[in-house]
């Protein structure tokens, strides 16, 4: 099969797409964030309702927000006050996923040196998603709580979108749903209207090349394994 050059960028950037759990504090460019998002908005999305909403976070306003959430995730009294107002995760894990859901917790770990016992170590790096693992941008998605599942796929096009922009820009994301549990701290700062419910957050910055957890690579299925070709 001949590469073109059309094909070879365009799978860079989606195979180069890795999720950052360290960046550097080199500030991102506003203009690259915009473009970023313009780029990402074209994503499609049914009858063109375009049913996502982001709140970018820089210099205070996304320190007043992590500083509010870890706050609360270090009080255990606190923490079990908050709760995800919809379901990201089944309620009854079965194999394959539970599988695949282990053994990307463990290699994380394992990277980071830390053993199945340290539950504080484990905590703290869960803690680090709080402050976006230090990445100098902080997104918030929120989506219209009168939209149904469709438009939440429309979201993950959008989302996908944001990243593999990044990509062609020399920076890096990981998007995180752990903000959800916080969707209350969420509210009250960014004073999210009632209509809106928090999506995910996602940090976007460059890349720390120095750090260990940033050279965890995912495992994927073969096509083999997940494709029926049929005639
Ligand atoms: C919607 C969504 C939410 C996620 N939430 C988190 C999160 O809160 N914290 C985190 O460290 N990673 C999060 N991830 C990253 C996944 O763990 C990661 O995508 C998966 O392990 C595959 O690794 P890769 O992104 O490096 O290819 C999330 C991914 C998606 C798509």
């Known amino acids: 099969m001949i590469e073109t050059p059309a094909q070879k960028i365009v799978d860079e950037a989606i195979v180069s797409r890795r999720s950052i759990r360290a960046f550097l504090p080199t500030p991102v460019a506003h203009e690259d964030i915009e473009a970023i998002l313009q780029v990402a ?3 499609p999305s049914g009858t063109n309702t375009q049913p996502w909403k982001v709140y970018v976070l820089t210099g205070a306003s996304k320190e007043r927000l992590s500083a509010a959430i870890v706050a609360a995730y270090r009080d255990p009294d606190q923490v079990k006050q908050h709760a995800e107002e919809y379901s990201y995760y089944p309620s009854r894990w079965i194999s394959p996923y539970i599988d695949r859901r282990r053994k ?9 040196g830390l053993s199945r ?9 869960h803690g680090r998603n709080y402050t976006f693992f230090d990445a100098p941008v902080g997104m918030i998605f929120t989506i219209d709580r009168i939209m149904e599942q469709g438009s939440w796929l429309d979201y993950g096009m959008f989302l996908q979108n944001i990243m593999v922009a990044a990509r062609g820009r020399g920076l890096d994301t990981c998007p995180q749903a752990a903000f959800t549990q916080f969707h209350r701290i ?9 209509n809106e419910m928090v999506v995910c957050g996602m940090a976007l ?5 120095d ?21």
């Open 41 to 43: 908005a074209r994503a």
């Open 104 to 112: 990307v917790g463990w290699d994380l770990y394992s990277l980071l």
């Open 117 to 125: 016992e340290n539950k504080a170590g484990m905590h703290a790096q």
């Open 186 to 194: 969420i509210g009250e700062q960014l004073q999210l209207p009632a």
């Open 205 to 209: 910055g460059y890349a720390d090349p």
């Open 211 to 231: 750090k260990v957890e940033n050279s965890l690579v995912t495992e994927r299925e073969p096509v083999s394994a997940f494709v029926k070709f049929m005639d």
